[in-house]
């Protein structure tokens, strides 16, 4: 028999870049478009109801074996995967998904990051993303400038969010003023500055007590006469757990006159400067006195994760930061212009995470991103307004920002993680918890512009419901 011609081969997956790319993309959109649409329909509310062990019990019927020896094709993979994550997700863009600092990123932003997922720059070399990389510089230089108004040369480079800027806050510190240097915070500071401190190998940092839930000028003045050698100070523009701005211009009085570095993590409340209205930007009077700052697009910017940001008042403050790689920056390329971008992260590999960011403010304007803040703050208004005037809630104090910290009247702490629990379980909403006063709070942080004072009414009426079953 003559020999049988062997099969030809499969042809190879398609790739997103390219000429051929956006056709190989768009039936691939259509799929995880549908699959978040009908994960979405599936799920039903703001997270899927039944707890981790039915979510996990889910994901794995859905997932099957990680490695299968044969392929089910993109578009399978595409649809039973992408709809297994949606129905089983906290979805931050329903209304009564509100516990975290969690934002519902604009579709405008996620469009934007398809496209620099296709493209795939790596912002490790010129020759590996040679727009993405001018666009970067662009982009963080005019940011600074926003931050640090009136410096010649202010400076910003891109990190994954407040922990990484922080960190690179008192590395730079650190760098400036050698390893005896003291970190002091506030008890209501983010847990990476005391964290970052014990990574960068400095001594324990110094908390001070925030009974009020801001640090106290009078408190840190004290602090600082007994503490000996150089220190930095991180005060906080939008604490975690209520969303609370430290006076930042008396703070950074009090570190002026004692020679201490003052760095604001402003990751929640810092896109406020950016405002239009001057109602917002009056909230963090001080911030530019800041010897370095964190911002976090992917809060009040709606941003998909990662977007954040540390801004400096002058670029030579990030000279510590510089590396040399030969296969990355040698010296001989340099010299010729080609931009060294080592030392503009401690990362190697970085993603063009500043094209959704232009082009969300390209976007909006300064006029569209006011009025998403100025709905976002109206909506935590309108929830403590209610909460205030029902019998059956005790609200902590008005919101700062867009937290609102509550409790049903009369209720005691474990009864009060357990209504927690208990919505999360039901599927019905995602609130978050925290201390304060001594006592246990329900925590919501409103991000969703588009939540509506009727959405708002039937959170509170879920409540109700639910303390009654409890």
Request: hydrophobic share 45%.
């Amino acid at each position: 028999m003559p020999a049988q011609p062997a099969p030809a081969p499969a042809p190879l997956p398609p790739l997103a870049g390219g000429e051929p790319g956006p056709d190989a993309l768009r039936p691939l959109l259509d799929a995880v478009l549908t699959a978040l649409h009908a994960g979405a329909k599936d799920r039903g509310g703001p997270l899927p109801a039944g707890g981790p062990a039915d979510v996990t019990a889910r994901l794995r019927d859905a997932l099957g074996t990680p490695l299968p020896e044969h392929g089910t094709g993109a578009g399978e993979a595409l649809t039973t995967l992408v709809h297994a994550l949606a129905a089983g997700s906290a979805d931050p863009a329903h209304p009564h998904c509100a516990a975290h600092l969690h934002t519902p990123p604009l579709a405008v932003a996620a469009a934007a990051d398809l496209a620099a997922s296709a493209l795939n720059p790596s912002l490790d070399s010129w020759d590996q993303a040679p727009a993405a990389s001018a666009l970067e510089t662009l982009l963080t230089r005019a940011l600074a400038a926003e931050l640090h108004p009136g410096h010649p040369h202010p400076d910003a480079v891109l990190t994954t969010g407040g922990t990484e800027a922080n960190q690179l806050a008192l590395l730079l510190a650190r760098e400036r003023h050698g390893p005896a240097l003291t970190v002091i915070h506030g008890a209501n500071a983010h847990h990476s500055v005391p964290r970052s401190a014990w990574l960068l190998g400095l001594p324990p940092a110094t908390a001070l007590p925030t009974p009020g839930g801001t640090l106290d000028p009078a408190t840190l003045d004290e602090a600082l006469t007994r503490i000996p050698g150089p220190a930095l100070v991180t005060a906080t523009a939008g604490t975690t757990d209520a969303g609370l701005v430290d006076p930042l211009p008396a703070l950074a009085d009090v570190c002026d006159r004692h020679g201490a570095d003052l760095h604001v993590d402003a990751a929640y409340g810092g896109l406020l400067a950016l405002s239009a209205d001057p109602r917002h930007r009056a909230l963090l009077n001080g911030l530019d006195r800041g010897r370095s700052l964190t911002l976090d697009l992917h809060k009040l910017g709606w941003q998909p994760v990662a977007a954040g940001l540390l801004a400096v008042p002058d670029t030579t403050l990030l000279a510590p930061l510089a590396h040399q790689a030969d296969y990355l920056n040698a010296p001989d390329d340099t010299e010729a212009g080609l931009p060294d971008l080592l030392g503009r992260s401690l990362r190697t590999t970085r993603r063009a995470d500043a094209l959704k960011i232009a082009v969300t403010l390209r976007a909006l304007g300064r006029d569209g991103l006011t009025r998403l803040l100025t709905h976002t703050l109206e909506a935590a208004r309108h929830l403590a307004a209610l909460l205030e005037a029902h019998p059956r809630f005790e609200l902590h104090a008005p919101p700062a920002l867009s937290t609102v910290l509550f409790r049903p009247t009369g209720t005691p702490d474990e009864d009060l993680a357990t209504l927690r629990r208990t919505l999360l379980h039901n599927g019905h909403a995602v609130l978050g918890r925290t201390t304060a006063d001594g006592r246990l709070w329900l925590k919501a942080t409103l991000l969703n512009p588009h939540t509506t004072p009727g959405d708002l009414d039937a959170l509170v009426q879920l409540l109700l419901g639910t303390t009654e079953g409890t």
